[in-house]
């Protein structure tokens, strides 16, 4: 009996001392942002997709890319180093784009099939027409060289031209020339004219 009020005695006199329940209780320190602890805890930032430049001229994103958009001299050597880069020789591709270019403004319809590779599919009236020779190009010319193409070829200026590896582009997609090899290795090729077709709406 005396044991059993000993107990009683000792829990009461723990009781008194400890903290009373409707006090508020200390909530552990957050660690500094600095810490390990938090550094690991976080979650890490989210890495941003890389963007595609599949489909983008091969311009140096550089201080002086800037510079090269206002000065015509360095937007052409630009646009001579993406043809070199991605197609091979850029003398080339710059006759057969004067060529075209010119042969489109007089509306020379012979000049330009004879800078076509064939066969050569064109859309005329929303059907997919396939020319075989430079004198179904030349008799079916007004049917498929429509203002809008024509326009994007003439007036595309040099320095504006889209190159990548699938060869030259004229406006937004109107006109395209390529490299076509004339041996296994492809060492020699002739620059010619692969797709004429309406840009988009």
């Not at 890495?47 to 599949?54: E, F």
């Not at 800037?66 to 993406?82: F, M, R, T």
């Not at 320095?159 to 395209?176: I, P, R």
Request: aromatic content about 6%.
């Amino acid at each position: 009996m005396k044991n059993r009020l000993l107990s009683v005695s000792i829990s009461l006199l723990l009781c008194a001392c400890s903290p009373s329940s409707d006090r508020e209780t200390a909530q552990p320190a957050a660690a500094p942002a600095d810490s390990p602890v938090a550094a690991s805890d976080a979650p890490a930032p989210a890495t941003p997709a890389p963007t595609s430049t599949a489909a983008m001229p091969t311009v140096p994103a550089t201080p002086g890319a800037q510079a090269a958009a206002n000065d015509p001299a360095a937007g052409d050597q630009a646009v001579n180093d993406s043809i070199d880069a991605n197609l091979g020789d850029h003398a080339k591709y710059q006759a057969a784009i004067r060529d075209l270019q010119s042969a489109v403004a007089a509306g020379d319809a012979a000049r330009v099939a004879s800078l076509a590779q064939y066969p050569f599919s064109v859309d005329i009236g929303g059907k997919a027409t396939v020319l075989k020779d430079e004198q179904g190009f030349a008799a079916r010319y007004q049917d498929f060289m429509t203002p809008d193409i024509s326009k994007a070829i003439v007036e595309t200026k040099y320095a504006d031209l889209f190159v990548n590896y699938k060869g030259v582009m004229f406006g937004s997609g109107q006109a395209w020339l390529n490299g076509i090899c004339k041996d296994n290795e492809c060492k020699a090729f002739d620059v010619k004219l692969v797709a004429l077709q309406h840009g988009p709406d």
